[in-house]
T-cell receptor
Framework: GAVVSQHPSWVICKSGTSVKIECRSL??????MFWYRQFPKQSLMLMAT?????????EQGVEKDKFLINHASLTLSTLTVTSAHPEDSSFYIC??????????FGQGTRLTVV | QKEVEQDPGPLSVPEGAIVSLNCTYS??????FMWYRQYSRKGPELLMY????GNKEDGRFTAQVDKSSKYISLFIRDSQPSDSATYLC?????????????FGSGTRLSIRP
């Protein structure tokens, strides 16, 4: 089946630095990928829709300058958390849809900002 | 009102019990209904999907959709400790590569040996 690979699986960074998270579709082309954020014991919150070759679409309340998304190829989308602060610590997950029915998720990235 | 409502639990049942997980929704445009299972610190994985109303069975799992009531259910028979996870209902109006999927808050399930 389709596989979405996300890297790194966990990262610790200092406050004020930037962190890049990669999401790759390994055996299919994904013109669209989705980025979610998940707080402990809460559901997935859609942050943005990443579109290959064009600007990402951000959900209301998500700072586009804070969470930079680049989708430069049909198999890679990246999320960069810029000037990270402790409140940005969370579990970030990407996904891509494979019609007709399934969304495949990456393994998730646990970000801890200290 | 959230588009999708799901009781967060936690729900704890003994091994072998039948588990019933439920979600309600408000958007009548939803046509695709899915259940995902998520283990701690992992990405969700698809358990079952149903298109429109009806039932679907896969081994110990049965998914039901009642569009007239805007209510979906997942039943787990002969529950096992390995079924302990968070179960997320999800739905969308269409399913293309660009379709947004709306998730419930997830129900944490624990199966006691």
């Amino acid at each position: 089946g389709a596989v979405v690979s996300q890297h790194p699986s966990w990262v610790i960074c200092k406050s004020g630095t930037s962190v890049k998270i990669e999401c790759r579709s390994l055996d299919f082309q994904a013109t669209t990928m989705f980025w979610y954020r998940q707080f402990p014991k809460q559901s997935l919150m859609l942050m943005a829709t990443s579109n290959e070759g064009s600007k990402a679409t951000y959900e209301q309340g998500v700072e586009k300058d804070k969470f930079l998304i680049n989708h430069a190829s049909l198999t890679l989308s990246t999320l960069t958390v810029t000037s990270a602060h402790p409140e940005d610590s969370s579990f970030y997950i990407c996904s891509a849809n494979v019609p007709p029915t399934e969304a495949f998720f990456g393994q998730g990235t646990r970000l801890t900002v200290v | 009102q959230k588009e999708v409502e799901q009781d967060p639990g936690p729900l704890s049942v003994p091994e072998g019990a039948i588990v019933s997980l439920n979600c309600t929704y408000s958007n009548s445009a939803f046509q695709y209904f899915m259940w995902y299972r998520q283990y701690s610190r992992k990405g969700p994985e698809l358990l079952m999907y149903t298109y429109s109303s009806g039932n679907k069975e896969d081994g110990r799992f049965t998914a039901q959709v009642d569009k007239s009531s805007k209510y979906i259910s997942l039943f787990i028979r002969d529950s096992q400790p390995s079924d302990s996870a968070t179960y997320l209902c999800a739905m969308s109006a269409a399913f293309s590569s660009a379709s947004k999927i709306i998730f419930g808050s997830g129900t944490r399930l624990s199966i006691r040996p």
